[in-house]
């Protein structure tokens, strides 16, 4: 059965730290894995997607990366910002005929001015 | 091309009632995705569901539940005779196929 853990649950950062966010999961054989952010009380973002094909994707002040044979990711965010605060949450879709994600239970992240 | 859309964004029930959350995909989607994230917990996957056939309900409560997605309208969401333990968000996400999927902004149920 998949799990999906990211570590650390709760991050805080002085504004403009570069910082990484981790996700493990247990079962290689994954068909995508994707970073999302949340807001309190808000809705979900699509951040990256990177297939289990690719190393990694880069968008903006954003990189994550993939490790298949490992069963990790990493999402780095460069020059962190106030705005940057939010909930990272970390999903993969395994190989299989339903793309259903599995969630990790994110990381919190609060990035201080 | 709106988003996907679910309403009501926000949805209180007493003991008993039901909550019924409606889920309308984005135009040219037809397989919708079901989501509940409860309180201080991560996300779950509840069901997944193309134009009027249940594909995958393994993540749905045995009881109380039942979700839809019929040829013409939005998905639906229903709980019936809904209790504390039901007060989540629950999220939609709709895709073309089976690819990325694209999330709705959730519906938060509170049961009193």
């Known amino acids: 059965k998949q799990e999906v853990t990211q570590i650390p649950a709760a991050l805080s950062v002085p504004e403009g730290e570069n910082l990484v966010l981790n996700c493990s999961f247990t079962?290689?054989?994954?068909?995508?894995l994707q970073w999302f952010r949340q807001d309190p009380g808000k809705g979900l973002t699509s951040l990256l997607l990177?297939?289990?094909s690719q190393r990694e994707q880069t968008s903006g002040r954003l990189n994550a990366s993939l490790d298949k044979s490992s069963g990790r990711s990493t999402l780095y965010i460069a020059a962190s910002q106030p705005g940057d605060s939010a909930t990272y949450l970390c999903?993969?879709?395994?190989?299989?005929?339903?793309?259903?994600?599995?969630w990790g239970l994110g990381t919190s992240l609060a990035v201080n001015p | 091309n709106a988003g996907v859309m679910q309403n009501p964004r926000h949805l209180v029930r007493r003991r008993g009632q039901e909550a019924r959350l409606r889920c309308s995909p984005m135009?040219?989607?037809?397989?919708v995705y079901w989501y509940r994230q409860l309180p201080e917990e991560g996300l779950k996957f509840m069901v997944y569901?193309?134009?009027?056939?249940?594909?995958?309900e393994s993540g749905m409560p045995k009881e109380r539940f039942s979700a839809e997605f019929p040829k013409e309208g939005p998905s639906i969401l229903r709980i019936q005779q809904v209790v504390r333990g039901d007060s989540a968000a629950y999220f939609c996400?709709?895709?073309?196929?089976?690819?990325?999927?694209?999330f709705g902004q959730g519906t938060r149920l509170t049961v009193v």
């Open positions: 569901l193309q134009k009027e056939n249940i594909i995958d």
């Open positions: 990177i297939q289990s």
């Open positions: 079962d290689s054989a994954i068909y995508n």
């Open positions: 999903a993969v879709i395994n190989a299989g005929n339903n793309r259903k994600l599995i």
């Open positions: 135009k040219g989607h037809s397989h």
């Open positions: 996400a709709s895709s073309p196929k089976q690819e990325t999927a694209f």
